[in-house]
């Protein structure tokens, strides 16, 4: 089975606060993803990954950034949290089968 | 992406067969239907896919119609922990990059009663 860790379930940070929110998987898959979920929004990519060092943006990029510096772990970066930030933020990851995604478990994050 | 019609929500009682329904009647050849589900507060997890052939793994059937214009997801046993969301996508199968967005639908909430 495909397991897809993600470093907090839940984390409270206050505005200004830079964030760092880790996705770990164990499949060798090279395509990750970050995607956040909001009520009524549905899903949304803020970024995904191809390769190693290699990343593209997603729909809404805006105040995230990313990191690839090993296949299995895939960061995601809030470089000054805001409040419009809080969300689930969900980690993802695609292997030979198109579409097929692995999701990590969430987490759940608020920015006071 | 193609668009889906999923009823809002179903019950189910445990032990007996979901059969959850999904309508894509503008579905084009290359479109597969996958199916996801969403347990409350977790991660969405990947269920099933197909083209035009029913399917099954060990986690549920899929059958779609000969015209390709409906599905219907089974999960033959349902438990209490398959109370969730489900979503019908139908999209032309992507291999990652900026089309690799995965979108949602309402989806349908089955609820499994004891």
């Known amino acids: 089975d495909v397991k897809v860790t993600q470093s907090s379930r839940y984390l409270v940070k206050r505005t200004g606060e830079k964030v760092f929110l880790e996705c770990v998987q164990d499949?060798?898959?090279?395509?990750m993803f970050w995607y956040r979920q909001d009520p009524g929004l549905g899903l949304r990519l803020i970024y995904f990954?191809?390769?190693?060092?290699?990343?593209e943006k997603g729909d809404i990029p805006e105040g995230y950034s990313v990191s690839r510096e090993k296949k299995e772990r895939f960061s995601l970066i809030l470089e000054s949290a805001s409040t419009n930030q809080t969300s689930m933020y969900l980690c993802?990851?695609?292997?030979?089968?198109?579409?097929?995604?692995?999701f990590g478990p969430g987490t759940r994050l608020t920015v006071l | 992406d193609a668009k889906t019609t999923q009823p809002t929500s179903m019950d189910c009682a445990e032990g007996r067969a979901a059969n959850l329904p999904c309508n894509h009647s503008?579905?084009?050849?290359?479109?597969?239907v996958y199916w996801y589900r969403q347990i409350h507060s977790q991660g969405p997890q990947y269920i099933i896919h197909?083209?035009?052939n029913n399917e099954t793994n060990e986690m549920a059937s899929l059958i779609i119609t000969e015209d390709r214009k409906s599905s219907t997801l089974i999960l033959p046993h349902a438990t209490l922990r398959d109370t969730a969301v489900y979503y019908c996508?139908?999209?032309?199968?992507?291999?990652?990059?900026?089309?690799?967005?995965?979108?949602f639908g309402k989806g349908t909430k089955l609820s499994v009663k004891p």
């Open positions: 993802a990851t695609m292997g030979q089968i198109p579409d097929t995604q692995y």
């Open positions: 499949m060798d898959h090279e395509n």
């Open positions: 990954s191809y390769d190693v060092k290699m990343k």
């Open positions: 503008t579905i084009s050849g290359n479109e597969y």
């Open positions: 197909g083209l035009k």
């Open positions: 996508i139908v999209r032309v199968p992507n291999y990652g990059g900026s089309q690799g967005n995965l979108i």
